[in-house]
């Protein structure tokens, strides 16, 4: 089992940035790196993809966040049962407003984090 936690949400303004991190913790990520992504939901829409890490390093960007957003995963830590992925968006706008939330994946084993708020608004 793995445990997803999304943080580093809150209000912003317009032309801000903002690093938002996920973490996964479990022992089965001493033995696999998981593929990861962030999605976000603005309040009736659709939940879309943000940003994908595969376990490979392949990155893949939204058209809407491309060129300002990055993806990263930090090395694991607390013995090879946590890893960190990392999202980054700058000069946010109030169309970025939205849930954002945090997938970890190895075939067809899939975990989400409850998600983490981010309001762009002056």
């Known amino acids: 089992q793995v445990q997803v936690v999304e943080s580093g949400g809150g209000l912003v303004q317009p032309g801000g940035s903002l690093r938002l991190s996920c973490v996964a913790t479990?022992?089965?990520?001493?033995?696999?790196?998981?593929?990861a992504a962030w999605y976000r939901q603005a309040p009736g829409k659709e939940r879309e993809l943000v940003a994908m890490?595969?376990?490979?390093?392949?990155?893949?960007?939204?058209?809407?966040v491309q060129g300002r957003s990055t993806i990263s995963r930090d090395a694991r830590s607390d013995g090879n049962t946590k890893n960190t992925v990392r999202l980054g968006l700058d000069n946010l706008q109030p169309e970025d407003t939205a849930a954002y939330y945090c997938?970890?994946?190895?075939?067809?084993?899939?975990?989400w984090g409850r998600g983490s708020s981010v309001t762009v608004s002056s």
């Open positions: 997938r970890s994946w190895w075939g067809s084993e899939e975990y």
């Open positions: 890490l595969t376990r490979t390093g392949t990155t893949t960007f939204a058209d809407s």
């Open positions: 479990g022992t089965l990520i001493r033995h696999r790196t998981y593929n």
